[in-house]
Structures are given as C-alpha cells and as structure tokens.
C-alpha cells in the first residue's frame, strides 16, 4: 500500500496560519473517521496531535485543529509559533486493520 | 508516569535475526494494543505491526509479513518483535507505541526508540 500523500514542505511566518493536506483513497482515509496527525522534532519521538480526524489530546494546543473531506484530510496550525517548525505525519486506519502514515510534511517558521 | 523503553537494537548482517524488546509502565498494559513503527534514516514514518491487548488478533505490513513476529507478555508488561531475514532496507529506527482506546489511529505514547542497522 502506498503511503497517503502530503506536501514535502510548508511555511508561514509567526502569527500565520497554515494547512497540511493528505490525500489517500476510500479504504483508508475516506473510509474512516481514524485520521491522525504527528509532530516529529529532530532527533525525537513522534508525538500525537489530532486523532479521529479532529480531536486534540490534553495538552495539545487549540492552535492545532484537523478536519477531512471525502479522501483528504488536513492539519491546520494558527497562530505559527517557531517551536511549531518541524516534520507533521499524518496516518490512517485502513480496510486491512493496519495503519497507513503520509510521506511526511516539513514546516518551516519564516 | 507512563513510559515506553525499547531495546534490543543493534547491527546486524543480512539474513540474520534480532528481537526487540518493549518494557511499559505506568499504565495497565494489559489493556491496550500496541504498535511497533518504524523510521529509516532520513525516511518518514512506517508503521510494521499491531497487536491487540487480548492477542486475538494481529497484523504487520507486506514489507514484513512472514519475516517479523510481534508478541507480548502482560504479565512482564512487554511487547515484543522478532525480526529474521533482515535486510538492508529494514534499517531504522523501530518504535514501539501504544494505541488509545477505541482508537485505532491514535499512537499516543511512543518510546524513544532503537536503532537497528543491517549491514555486512
């Protein structure tokens, strides 16, 4: 299965708002409310952001929010903050019970 | 606090075996399915297998599928992961996550993860 797609990279100035898509198919992003979001420092473990398209964990800021439409969902940051600059993967619950992560985005803080 | 501490990496030569090991605390880890995900130096994330907290049901990538075992121990509060016929490409750094309930795509704490690299 080929990895749900993301744009290679992203940036905004502080204070800017910016979104990351991912697109995949029917079987996995369209086809269940199970889409979630990671955020990668270098150097570091992945930490969850969004799941099930749109809820935030505790401790996660409001600034980050996602939504989906048909086949793409998407991670919106506002308020860019320079501690926001690093690598976002996004993932996907598929038809096979396995789980299916996008290419990864990298966001740069102009 | 809730913590997840890989071991058990380290080089290996193509065709061989390692396992990985996955100690958990903090949490009933009786009650959670967890993941082992990968990362090749570089590369994005890759996600390899899954096992439910009951061990009924499990699953893994087609790029290990018949090559890697994932297994746990509730009792010792660990999951493990069998790799054999490792290639290059199976070069990373492999995590093992735990999955929020009711949750399937939600990997909400990781581990620090260990490196294995495949080289002659």
């Known amino acids: 299965q080929s990895a749900l797609t993301q744009p290679a990279s992203v940036s905004g100035s502080p204070g800017q708002s910016i979104t990351i898509s991912c697109t995949g198919t029917?079987?996995?992003?369209?086809?269940?409310?199970?889409v979630s979001w990671y955020q990668q420092h270098p150097g570091k473990a992945p930490k969850l952001m969004i799941y099930d398209v749109s809820n935030r964990p505790s401790g996660v800021s409001n600034r980050f929010s996602g939504s989906k439409s048909g086949n793409t969902a998407s991670l919106t940051i506002s308020g860019l903050q320079a501690e926001d600059e690093a690598d976002y993967y996004c993932n996907s619950y598929t038809t096979n019970s396995a789980l299916l992560f996008g290419g990864g985005t990298k966001l740069t803080v102009l | 606090e809730v913590q997840l501490v890989e071991s058990g990496g380290g080089l290996v030569k193509p065709g061989g075996s390692l396992r990985l090991s996955c100690a958990a605390s903090?949490?009933?880890?009786?009650?959670?399915?967890m993941n082992w995900v990968r990362q090749a130096p570089g590369k994005g994330l890759e996600w390899v297998s899954s096992?439910?907290?009951?061990?009924?049901?499990?699953y893994y990538a087609d790029s290990v599928k018949g090559r890697f075992t994932i297994s746990r121990d509730n009792a010792k509060n660990s999951l493990y992961l069998q790799m054999s016929s490792l290639r290059a490409e199976d070069t990373a750094v492999y995590y093992c996550a735990r999955e929020m309930m009711q949750s399937p795509d939600a990997l909400d704490i990781w581990g620090q993860g260990t490196m294995v690299t495949v080289s002659s």
């Open positions: 029917s079987s996995d992003v369209g086809g269940y409310n199970y």
């Open positions: 096992i439910i907290s009951s061990r009924n049901y499990i």
């Open positions: 903090g949490f009933t880890f009786s009650s959670y399915n």
